[in-house]
């Protein structure tokens, strides 16, 4: 079993705590939607080439490849875990595609192994955390430096670019007019991943296993299951990134996507998903990505070094987390 934090005393509480966080997500939702809606605003009046649909289309490039890591990686922290190496799964399976183009492989030949590596890669890391009992965010920190280093031994400073020109579609092509097949594929996955969560079985059983693992478990959950599974989904999520990030850049290195884990868990974070778990909805996270795509597109469109963006997120991070504690202090003033 890994270790996980206590929960609360009864089932009967964390179902009607369930209920208030949905209210207040729900909140937090319309929140994010005022932000995005301001940023459109703002960037279309610093640039009159903003609005463009193809201008649009192309600040989604921005933020696709990370926000379809960010859907799983919000189950999983629902789910009380987190994984830290998904940046260094997204290096590794470029690394492994590149290889393979330089062999000769094919199109179809090059994703399937991407996909491989990816889930070969949350393999490991659920079974670390669920069979051996190592803590999620020590087992993913350790297999970040271990998936970064061995691209690193591998091909140290040099660059792959045998890829084949059908190649490129994943992460240049178009689907129609102005709908990249990246932003195409997000919003399949978003919706897929948001019935999944809050429409299914699945979903009621991972709010429970965040909510209270030890009553999820004597309800009969199988938590460990679960949370491998979690994993697993997560690594062909950051390999399916993988060979869009590749594909889009026709050439692989070894800092591919370096700090990718940050921005990814802050899309999550921001979006509304409780790092306590039990809490969180897919919605808020595709909020959340759009606008830290949107607000990083306009800022490079004037020109704004990339600090003043991580001073932007930063702030919003500390405005989440703040929330809950101050509703629970005006809560506790108002009922003495």
Not at 54 to 82: G, Q
Not at 165 to 173: H, L, T
Not at 232 to 240: D, E, I, K, N, R
């Amino acid at each position: 079993m890994s270790r996980v934090m206590p929960g609360p005393p009864h089932t009967a509480t964390a179902l009607r705590g369930r209920g208030t966080g949905w209210q207040r997500l729900a909140r937090w939702e319309s929140v994010l939607t005022v932000f995005l809606c301001c940023d459109l605003i703002i960037n279309a009046g610093l640039s009159p080439y903003f609005l463009n649909v193809w201008t649009l289309s192309d600040a989604t490039f921005s933020f696709t490849e990370k926000a379809i890591v960010a859907l799983p990686m919000a189950l999983l922290v629902i789910a009380r875990e987190i994984d830290i190496s998904v940046s260094g799964t997204i290096a590794l399976a470029s690394v492994a595609m590149g290889l393979a183009a330089k062999a000769g492989f094919g199109t179809p030949a090059l994703v399937l192994v991407g996909l491989c590596s990816g889930l070969t890669a949350g393999a490991l890391n659920g079974a670390l955390v669920t069979r051996l009992g190592v803590p999620s965010i020590v087992a993913t920190i350790g297999t970040m430096s271990l998936f970064r280093g061995v691209a690193y031994g591998i091909l140290g400073d040099a660059v792959l670019k045998s890829y084949p020109p059908a190649f490129a579609f994943f992460g240049q092509g178009y689907v129609a007019g102005p709908l990249s097949f990246e932003l195409v594929l997000f919003g399949l996955l978003a919706l897929a991943f948001g019935v999944l969560l809050h429409r299914t079985v699945i979903g009621k059983r991972l709010y429970a296993i965040g909510a209270n693992p030890v009553a999820a478990a004597h309800s009969g959950v199988r938590i460990e299951r679960y949370r491998f599974w979690l994993f697993v989904a997560t690594g062909a999520a950051s390999a399916l990134a993988s060979i869009l990030l590749t594909s889009r850049l026709g050439s692989t290195r070894p800092s591919i996507a370096q700090g990718w884990e940050l921005e990814i868990i802050s899309m999550v974070i921001l979006g509304g998903v409780s790092v306590a778990g039990g809490r969180g909805t897919i919605i808020g996270v595709v909020l959340a990505a759009t606008l830290m795509g949107f607000v990083t597109f306009g800022l490079g469109l004037k020109n704004v070094p990339g600090i003043v963006m991580s001073i932007v997120v930063g702030c919003l991070l500390i405005v989440v987390a703040a929330i809950p504690a101050i509703s629970r202090r005006i809560g506790a003033r108002a009922r003495r």
